[in-house]
Every structure is written in C-alpha cells, then in structure tokens.
Nanobody
Framework: HVQLVESGGGSVQAGGSLTLSCSASGFTDSSFCVGWFRQAPGKEREGVAALWTGGGNTYYAESVAGRFTISQDNAKNTLYLQMNSLKPEDTAMYYC???????????????????????WGQGTQVTVS
C-alpha cells in the first residue's frame, strides 16, 4: 500500500533554510504526482508545491515561488522540499501528499488543492522565529 513519511522539520530563524524529505513507497507506477502542503493553527491547509515524477515538472504557490524548491531522487524514492529565506509566516505543519493518477492542471499549472491528492503523510513541524 502507498506510504508517505515526512522528515526534516525543525526550528529555524527567519532567513534560514530547511529541507524536508518525503519517503514514498507502495506505488505501482514510478510516475505520480506529489505535493507539499502546510497547515498553520487556525488556518486552512495550503498547497505550496507539486511535482510530476514522470517528467520533473513542478508548480509553486505564489507565496513560496522563488524561495522553495520541490525535487525528487528516484534512486531513493524520496521527494524533497528545499525551503530558503524562511519567514515566520512559513511556520506550519508540512505534509507530503500523492496522487498515483498524476497531476491535475488548473489554469497555468498543477492544482494545489487537497482534494487532488488521496494519500498523505503524517506531517512534520516547521517553526520559524
């Protein structure tokens, strides 16, 4: 069965960097859509980045574009979210999610809505002060 396990969260000062990892297993096809989401207390879950593992195409939310980078290491079955120039407003629980059927298009990029992803990890906390 599909399993996603995040790691790499922690506390960092504003302006710093963190890299989150998502170990993916159980996919019958090597090509699937993976997304990174975050949810701060009292706020709705927000999609921040998506990647199509079949071709490496990516899409970012405006709030993180230019600061965050989503990437993959096929040999390790691991997805990453490199976060630079972190701000206090980036503080949230970060989740990895996947859609084995692929990424859905919305407008000029991939859909970052939660409903487009059926598999979720347990989350990893990122705190920026």
């Amino acid at each position: 069965h599909v399993q996603l396990v995040e790691s790499g969260g922690g506390s960092v000062q504003a302006g710093g960097s963190l890299t989150l990892s998502c170990s993916a297993s159980g996919f019958t096809d090597s090509s699937f859509c993976v997304g990174w989401f975050r949810q701060a207390p009292g706020k709705e879950r927000e999609g921040v980045a998506a990647l199509w593992t079949g071709g490496g195409n990516t899409y970012y939310a405006e709030s993180v574009a230019g600061r965050f980078t989503i990437s993959q290491d096929n040999a390790k079955n691991t997805l990453y979210l490199q976060m630079n120039s972190l701000k206090p407003e980036d503080t949230a629980m970060y989740y990895c999610a996947a859609n084995p059927l692929g990424c859905t298009y919305c407008g000029d990029g991939y859909c970052l809505g939660s409903a487009n992803f059926g598999y979720w990890g347990q989350g990893t906390q990122v705190t920026v002060s």
